[in-house]
């Protein structure tokens, strides 16, 4: 059996005392890490806590001057970062900012594939391009930026890749109507768990995280307005915890899937919602 841990009650090298510490098996140190809509929000977030805890950062996003942006903010903050600007949606482009990573630095470990587009209408009036736009973003784009990430980490026998799914891949939000986005989040759950049994025994590792509803600037925006304040009051009722997801709740198991400390997991769906989907 390959990679088998040995245990030998006799030996006396006991495999506990013997591994690195666990928090150095959380470090990042010496890694590289690519974020897809890194520019704002959620992939912002990410970008920052994966370079705090020592990787280099490729920030990837549509809008060029955001992702810009963003790695000059983590360069201020003396972390390495490259900036790409990409539309996930295009599997040429994608294949060219999986390019420019292997150019500047020889490497992918980790890559958290976040981008990600939604709206919210109901299903009898959804016209064909919203649809097609959301799955095309959220579900197309996670695609090809896996293959061509994998195909890099294929080469050195190991990689973590972290897609950014939804708890909406789990449960149908209420009350608004969302239909393309809850699907193209179960497709990219379900996605995860595929390519995490086709390359497990290649050294990659494909996980997801499921963000309950999160204070990103969009969202302080819309529950801002009166539209906005009766859906928070609705979403309040259905999250056990009572509140919002903020930020840095995401940036804990963001790390953990993309650090050593969860070499052994794959084809996990990390939910972090605030116990939304315990009901
Ligand atoms: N905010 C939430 O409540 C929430 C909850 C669950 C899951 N999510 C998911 O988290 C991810 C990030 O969400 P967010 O709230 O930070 O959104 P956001 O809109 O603030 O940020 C998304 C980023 O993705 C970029 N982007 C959009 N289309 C792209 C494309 N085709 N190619 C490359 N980049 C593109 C945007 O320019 C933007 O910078 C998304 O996948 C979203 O579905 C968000």
Redesign the pocket.
């Known amino acids: 059996m390959r990679n088998q841990p040995s245990y030998d009650p006799a030996a006396t090298a006991d495999p506990v005392l013997a591994a690195r510490p666990i928090l150095e098996r959380f470090g990042l140190t010496g890694r590289t890490a690519l974020v ?2 890194a ?5 912002r977030a990410i970008a920052f806590a994966l370079g705090q805890a020592g990787a280099a950062v490729a920030v ?4 060029g001057a ?1 992702a810009t942006a963003v790695a000059e903010e983590l360069r201020a903050h003396g972390i390495t970062a490259l900036a790409i600007q ?4 295009d599997p040429a482009g994608v294949n060219a900012m999986i390019g420019r990573v292997r150019e500047s630095w020889g490497t992918l470990t980790i890559a958290v594939n ?5 709206t919210w209408e109901d299903s009898e009036k959804l016209s064909d391009e919203q649809w097609r736009r959301v799955l095309d ?2 579900l197309n ?1 996670v695609f090809w930026c896996c293959r061509a990430e994998a195909a890099l980490m294929l080469e050195a026998g190991y990689g973590k890749i972290v897609n ?1 799914a ?3 891949g789990t449960i149908v939000n209420r009350p608004q109507n969302q239909s393309a986005y809850n699907t193209s989040k179960a497709g990219v759950i379900h996605l995860t768990r595929s390519l995490a049994a086709e390359w497990a025994d290649r050294g990659i590792r494909v996980n997801s995280i499921s ?4 204070m ?1 600037r ?2 302080a925006e819309l529950v801002a307005t009166p539209e906005g304040k009766d859906k928070l009051d609705h979403w309040m009722d259905l999250i056990p915890m009572r509140r919002l997801c903020s930020l840095t709740d995401l940036q804990g198991g963001v790390v953990y899937l993309a650090g050593e400390a969860s070499d052994m997991v794959t084809g996990h769906d990390l939910v972090i919602d605030g116990g939304y989907c315990c009901w």
């Open positions: 897809t809509g520019g704002q929000g959620i992939g990837a996003d549509i809008a955001k990409v539309d996930v949606t976040n981008a990600g587009v939604s973003v959220n784009g950014t939804s708890m909406s963000p309950g509803y999160t990103t969009l969202l």
